[in-house]
C-alpha cells in the first residue's frame, strides 16, 4: 500500500512538472522521446488486457466494433454503454437459446415420444 501511494505521489508530481514546464523550449525534446515510448507501453497493455479479456467471438466482434466507433469520434460513454448493452442482449439471446436447445433435446430424444410421433425425427438437428 505503502509503494501504491508513493506511485500515485511521483505520478502527481510529473503531472504538475509537465503541466507547469511542458511548454518550454527547453523541455520539448525530451517530451518528444518519451512520447513514443508512452505510446509503446500502452499498446503493450491493451494488446495483454485484450487477451485476457477476449473470452468468446462474441466478445471479440463487440470490442472490434467499439474500437471502430471510437475511432469515427462517437462518445466514449455512449460507446462503453452500447458496448455493454450488447454484451447483455447476447448473453439473454444466448441463454434462451440454451434453454429451448435443452428443452427440445429431451423432447425428441425420449423414446416414448418418439414411438408417439414417428414422423418428428430430428436425431442430427441438435
Known amino acids: 500500500m505503502l509503494l501504491y501511494r508513493s506511485g500515485s505521489t511521483h505520478h502527481g508530481f510529473f503531472a504538475w512538472l509537465y503541466q507547469r514546464y511542458g511548454q518550454l523550449p527547453r523541455v520539448q525534446p525530451f517530451l518528444y522521446g518519451i512520447e513514443p515510448a ?5 499498446v503493450s497493455l491493451m494488446i495483454s488486457l485484450g487477451r485476457k479479456a477476449l473470452k468468446n467471438v462474441e466478445l471479440g466482434i463487440i470490442g472490434v466494433i467499439a474500437a471502430i466507433a471510437t475511432l469515427a ?6 460507446v462503453l454503454f452500447g458496448s455493454g448493452l450488447i454484451g447483455i442482449i447476447i448473453h439473454l439471446v444466448k441463454k ?3 434453454q429451448v436447445k435443452v428443452f427440445f433435446h429431451f423432447f425428441y430424444k425420449s423414446p416414448k415420444l418418439q414411438q408417439q410421433y414417428p414422423i418428428i425425427n430430428c ?4
Open 38 to 42: 508512452i505510446i509503446a507501453v500502452v
Open 123 to 126: 436425431s442430427g438437428f441438435f
Open 73 to 78: 469520434g462517437v462518445n466514449e460513454i455512449y
Open 96 to 98: 434462451q437459446l440454451k
